[in-house]
């Protein structure tokens, strides 16, 4: 645990642009600051004068934007389980780990829990008061999640502001607190163990992909042999060195993650050097511990920040950006994309016939 609190303590902030070169719009925190912002308003939407998404346990009514659904039609709700289901296998076989680079939960709180340590950790100089200070911002967090997850449950008007101390139901605070604790804990502390060690769809995520999968690769060819160099010398396609060929590539890449064995890696000089200026911002800033230039690894949640953060130093070294690249095995191979391929049909083939026999239950 210590090695990853020295790992996320880690000033992730992306490097300066160059001169005369605007900062890009950091569009990955937006989209999770937007789909957490959703997820704390759902609650208080109304339509048609009630709850606008409420599934009320205590009354046996689940209320969907003006759509109630009630106890016989489970089925229903089961079956758009079904269909969700399907649709994140499909998604997953064409468009990879989207779900969790971006719409998991644990995913955007422990983003969340990250930016308000690191937020601190910059601010506050003292570490101890650095640390309270993180602590307490992390259970306030936690605590209004809890009453905003249960809120989807009982009427989120009950829940705050109708008295002090509020007049919660046994269930009601059990939830609250249990769903804070979780978050507490899943975002502050336990963050990629989670992932890796307790959700399923982790390990059955690869059964879902192929080889036109995209997933987040560092372009070995344009990068090796990876080095520190002067400032001012251009990329290897600006000085004319150009791509290596693909053995000799991927043999530094796997020397380089593998020094224990293959030995020290022999110096280069500047000219020979590819475009990876071995910074270490790609590692610094992921969530998984992972270095990306490893190779494609099954832990990695495609969530982009190695990309974004190795972007970032390509410009201020003025090289081109997309060292780090989120594609497929078999464009980086150069072999074109197939889309009529076993596991798409079979996911497409099952999410259609679940809609089709949704549709005609429906009508
Ligand atoms: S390797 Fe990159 S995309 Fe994968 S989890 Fe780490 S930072 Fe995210
Ligand atoms: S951020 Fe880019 S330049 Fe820096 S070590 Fe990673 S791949 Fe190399």
């Not at 912002?37 to 969907?64: C, H, I, N, S, V």
């Not at 969700?84 to 680079?101: D, E, I, K, Q, S």
């Not at 230039?293 to 972007?311: F, L, N, S, T, V």
Request: glycine share 10%; hydrophobic share 45%; net charge positive.
């Amino acid at each position: 645990m210590s090695d990853r609190l020295t790992l996320h303590l880690v000033d992730t902030s992306p490097a300066p642009p160059a001169p005369g070169q605007r900062a890009p719009l950091r569009w990955r925190p937006l989209l999770s600051a937007l789909l957490l912002a959703g997820f704390y308003a759902l609650p208080w939407l109304r339509w048609d004068g009630r709850q606008a998404l409420l599934f009320d346990l205590t009354a046996r009514r689940f209320d969907l934007f003006g759509w109630t659904l009630w106890p016989q039609d489970v089925g229903l709700l089961l079956g758009l389980a079904a269909v969700l289901g399907a649709a994140l296998v499909l998604l997953t076989n064409l468009a990879g780990r989207v779900w969790c680079g971006y719409g998991c939960p644990q995913t955007l709180w422990s983003r969340l829990f990250r930016w308000i340590e690191q937020g601190i950790a910059r601010r506050v100089p003292s570490a101890g008061v650095a640390r309270a200070i993180k602590h307490l911002a992390w259970m306030l967090v936690a605590a209004w999640t809890g009453i905003t997850f249960v809120g989807f449950f009982s009427p989120i008007h009950g829940l705050v502001g109708a008295s002090w101390p509020p007049a919660w139901s046994g269930w009601e605070t059990f939830w609250v607190v249990f769903y804070a604790a979780a978050t507490w804990g899943n975002a502050g502390f336990l963050r990629e163990h989670v992932c890796r060690e307790l959700c399923p769809y982790a390990r059955l995520h690869g059964r879902f992909c192929d080889s036109d999968t995209p997933r987040m690769q560092y372009l070995a060819r344009r990068g090796e042999p990876r080095g520190p160099r002067a400032p001012g010398l251009g990329g290897v396609e600006a000085r004319g060195r150009g791509l290596l060929d693909p053995t000799s590539a991927s043999d530094y890449a796997f020397r380089a993650a593998h020094e224990d064995i293959a030995g020290p890696m022999p110096h280069f000089s500047a000219d020979r050097l590819g475009d990876c200026l071995d910074c270490g911002a790609c590692v610094s800033v992921c969530p998984m511990a992972l270095d990306v230039r490893a190779g494609p690894h099954a832990d990695c949640i495609g969530c982009g920040d190695c990309q974004d953060a190795c972007d970032a130093r390509m410009r201020a070294a003025q090289f081109p950006i997309g060292l780090i690249q989120y594609t497929s095995v078999a464009a980086i191979q150069q072999r074109p994309a197939r889309w009529l391929r076993p596991r798409t049909l079979a996911a497409a083939g099952t999410l259609l016939a679940l809609l089709g026999i949704g549709l005609h239950h429906v009508s």
